[in-house]
């Protein structure tokens, strides 16, 4: 069967470390990764888009790199700071446009 | 830019109402919107993908004569839920793919509407 999976317990990182979060997927071909932000009782926020051919990319603190051997994206904040702390969603599109969602993962920066 | 709103922001029905939620693109135009489904602490599910001008395609398992979708222009999409019961109560959440000829493949989403049935 399908199968998204992401880090189901909460990350919890000093502020100014780098957080990574993993996101394992099985019987997909994805086409497109992509990782989204959301706040509690929000719409998710797009961050960044990754293609089956990119090995890494970036954006200011985030970083995303993507191994379709091992079928597993991670996903890096740097310098994170307390306002990073949100659930952050693993998305797939295996080219036909529509997204899949992971559950997402909880990540708590502390001062 | 690529911003996303949706109508009401919450709502509370009684049983076997109908209840409207509209999703909107205030920047730009979508081809292509979408309707998700999320119950607390679990991902969100397509339900339905609304191309203007055509009808919804809509996700195994989900019935499309109680959840109507009509996507009226390239800015406005609106979700109906018909007859509504306590299952139904859930955050309903749009999104809109930028552009008309399909080369974009982010999708910006909307605040959600967070549905009550009583």
């Known amino acids: 069967s399908q199968k998204i999976e992401q880090n189901s317990e909460a990350l919890n990182i000093q502020e100014g470390k780098t957080a990574t979060l993993t996101c394992n997927y099985t019987?997909?071909?994805?086409?497109?990764l992509q990782w989204y932000r959301q706040d509690p009782g929000r719409g998710p926020v797009f961050l960044l888009l990754?293609?089956?051919?990119?090995k890494e990319k970036r954006k200011e603190r985030l970083k995303v790199t993507f191994d379709t051997t091992l079928k597993q994206s991670l996903f890096h904040i740097t310098a994170s700071q307390p306002a990073d702390s949100a659930t952050y969603l693993c998305?797939?599109?295996?080219?036909?446009?529509?997204?899949?969602f992971g559950k997402g993962t909880m990540l708590l920066v502390s001062p | 830019g690529a911003v996303v709103s949706q109508h009401p922001s919450w709502v509370i029905c009684k049983s076997g109402t109908s209840v409207k939620i509209e999703c909107r693109s205030l920047?730009?135009?979508?081809?292509?919107m979408f309707w998700y489904r999320q119950f607390p602490k679990q991902s969100l599910m397509l339900m339905a993908t609304?191309?203007?001008?055509?009808?919804?395609?809509?996700e195994q398992g989900v019935e499309k004569d109680k959840f109507l979708i009509n996507h009226a222009s390239l800015t406005l999409s609106t979700l109906t839920v018909t007859s509504a019961h306590p299952e139904d109560s859930s955050f309903y959440i749009c999104?809109?793919?930028?552009?008309?000829?399909?080369?974009?493949?982010?999708?910006?989403f909307g605040p959600g509407t967070r549905l009550t049935v009583t």
């Open positions: 920047d730009f135009q979508a081809t292509t």
């Open positions: 999104s809109a793919r930028p552009g008309t000829s399909g080369t974009s493949y982010e999708q910006y």
């Open positions: 609304s191309n203007e001008g055509s009808k919804a395609t809509y």
């Open positions: 998305a797939l599109d295996e080219g036909y446009s529509t997204l899949t």
């Open positions: 990754i293609r089956e051919n990119e």
């Open positions: 019987n997909y071909s994805p086409a497109y």
